[in-house]
């Protein structure tokens, strides 16, 4: 138990204020940087530090659903999908550094409000926790397609990393899905959508 707890806090501290390192390549790293004006690169900057949040929120809610958790297959799933988010932490923070811009000041406080939210989700067991997985990927999956409208035109290479990060998203619901997960009522997914819209208007400016 207490090296659970110790190895919760080491991934807490690493997720919030320590660089993530991606195991796969960046999407559109090999795209030429084109010619954004200032308000175009504030602008793109401000939206992948949004993503860069979510993510964070992401590692959060992951951890906190294994963490109470009582089935092995299911950690697993969420390792798996926490570890896919850890590429989309190093590719969102990689291109906020390249727009010149910096990462959401408030990270650590959405790091423990999202832990707290996935280990309330597992602890009404393991199907209700799926679907919960299942609903955040979903929301998460949809306001990244909206990104993609929102972006600057021309920025491709944040496009890259927007589209690749909805198709991983888009597969940790498949997967959740297909492991037993039971949908949520509609006021929790209203809810989820309400706490999600504060979150990323907050960190669209801080």
Not at 31 to 59: F, I, S, T
Not at 115 to 131: E, H, T
């Amino acid at each position: 138990m207490i090296d659970n707890v110790i190895f919760g806090f080491d991934r807490a501290l690493r997720t919030v204020f320590a660089p993530a390192h991606a195991s796969r390549p960046l999407p559109g790293g090999e795209l030429p940087e084109v010619g954004l004006d200032e308000a175009q690169k504030r602008r793109a900057a401000a939206l992948m530090r949004v993503n860069h949040c979510g993510e964070v929120c992401a590692q959060a809610l992951y951890q906190g659903q294994a963490a109470i958790s009582r089935d092995a297959a299911i950690r697993a799933a969420l390792g798996q999908a926490s570890d896919e988010e850890t590429d989309h932490l190093a590719w969102t923070a990689q291109r906020v550094d390249e727009l010149g811009g910096r990462k959401s000041l408030l990270n650590p406080l959405w790091y423990g409000g999202a832990f707290a939210v996935g280990v309330l989700a597992g602890g009404f067991g393991d199907r209700w926790n799926l679907g919960f997985l299942a609903e955040t990927e979903r929301q998460v999956e949809a306001h990244l397609c909206g990104h993609l409208h929102a972006l600057p035109a021309g920025d491709e290479k944040s496009r890259a990393i927007v589209r690749q990060m909805a198709r991983d998203e888009a597969r940790h619901a498949e997967i959740a899905v297909n492991l037993g997960a039971r949908e949520l009522p509609a006021p929790v997914k209203l809810a989820m959508k309400l706490a999600a819209k504060l979150m990323t208007t907050v960190a669209y400016r801080l």
